[in-house]
């Protein structure tokens, strides 16, 4: 007797549910977590890292990508409005920078702007702010650049009818801009800044390209260091918790604002 479409579906899913199962089961089981428990999961070495990772790292990482985050998207909305713009030189300016910084690694970039600049301008690049403030400089080139491409599509995805609405009000076009079109755009374009957020918070572990000092290491340096000062990869394990701990939270919220923005259109 043939089963139905709903029991089928129903069957198919118990066993996919137990085949998970099982594959935890073994995975569970067949560690040799004697081995692995002392190298991965030490407890007296992850007591040592603190209050130092959340007090030096865990403060740096979230306020190297709250500078990143914030002057990326100053930049990256003139960079979409260049790019919006009837005027042929800024177009192609905008396009040139977020092709070129979309482009390349966010590692080069990095280093390109804390060790080559120095170089190119003659300036000594500690009076530049010193390599961890270029290498910032670097992330933020890059941040601005997916940013810009982000809130162009928020602003072209505003109803054209809001523009002729505004202009018939007797608003400027730079009014309406910024006004009226500009609010609206990012009003849409809120869940996918929240993981570019995510991205930035992720990508500040680059900034060991341009050497660290102990008041600047963010996470994953601060965690390397001492995995390597102890022999160990606790330190590391438990960056990633402290990772896991802020971008899952953050990732959420910003699935709740798609699903709520989908609700309301």
């Known amino acids: 007797m043939a089963l139905r479409r709903t029991t089928k579906s129903k069957l198919y899913r118990y066993i996919i549910y137990a085949v998970l199962i099982a594959i935890v089961i073994w995975a569970i089981v067949g560690t040799d977590w004697a081995k692995i428990g002392p190298l991965f999961f030490n407890p007296e070495i992850a007591i040592k890292m603190f209050p130092g990772i959340i007090t030096t790292a865990l403060v740096n990482t979230l306020w190297f990508t709250a500078v990143a985050f914030i002057a990326g998207l100053l930049l990256g909305v003139v960079l979409a409005l260049l790019k919006l713009s009837s005027i042929g030189p800024f177009r192609w300016i905008a396009t040139a920078w977020i092709e070129l910084f979309r482009g390349l690694p966010a590692i080069l970039t990095i280093f390109a702007v804390a060790f080559i600049l120095p170089i190119a301008s003659g300036i000594p690049g500690k009076d530049l702010g010193g390599p961890v403030v270029l290498g910032l400089v670097g992330l933020i080139l890059v941040a601005s650049a997916y940013m810009a491409e982000t809130i162009r599509a928020g602003i072209q995805a505003v109803p054209k009818g809001q523009t002729e609405a505004a202009r018939s009000l007797g608003m400027s076009p730079m009014k309406t801009t910024f006004w009226i079109i500009v609010p609206q755009g990012f009003r849409i374009i ?76």
């Open 190 to 265: 809120i869940p996918p800044l929240t993981n570019e957020f995510v991205l930035l918070l992720k990508d500040t572990s680059l900034l060991f390209i341009a050497g660290t000092f102990i008041w600047s290491k963010e996470l994953t340096n601060f965690a390397r260091d001492a995995s390597t000062q102890n022999s160990n990869a606790t330190p590391l394990i438990l960056a990633a918790v402290l990772y896991l701990i802020v971008t899952i939270p953050l990732t959420r919220f910003s699935a709740y604002l798609e699903r709520r923005m989908s609700r309301q259109r």
